[in-house]
């Protein structure tokens, strides 16, 4: 069974930092891209940042500069490290893992960037 198990997500005041924790099955870690993806109030759920197995990332560029995705084999974890936070990236954060047609989602973790 695939599972997917986000943390870290609370509140933060702009331009503070977070860090969002996703342990995966490690029966997909190591074949699968990792991912972040977004979904905002009355938005559609978008791209954040993905990570490959060769650790080739992609980032939004709403993002970049801001955001780092890593990942750590050993744990089977991926990470999204977060900087100078807004409040447009107030949204639930979602971790993902596709490969071809196959796609896992975790149930989200809520990032509110408010003062």
């Known amino acids: 069974q695939v599972q997917l198990v986000e943390s870290g997500g609370g509140l933060v005041h702009p331009g503070g930092s977070l860090r969002l924790s996703c342990a995966a099955s490690r029966s997909i870690f190591s074949i699968y891209t990792m991912g972040w993806y977004r979904q905002a109030p009355g938005k559609q759920r978008e791209l954040v940042a993905d990570?490959?197995?060769?650790?080739?990332?992609n980032y939004a560029d709403s993002v970049k500069g801001r955001f780092t995705i890593s990942r750590d084999n050993a744990k089977t974890t991926v990470y999204l490290q977060m900087i100078s936070l807004k409040p447009e990236d107030t949204a639930v954060y979602y971790c993902?893992?596709?490969?071809?047609?196959?796609?896992?989602w975790g149930e989200g973790t809520l990032v509110t960037v408010s003062s």
């Open positions: 993902n893992a596709r490969l071809a047609s196959y796609n896992y």
């Open positions: 990570i490959t197995i060769g650790d080739s990332t």
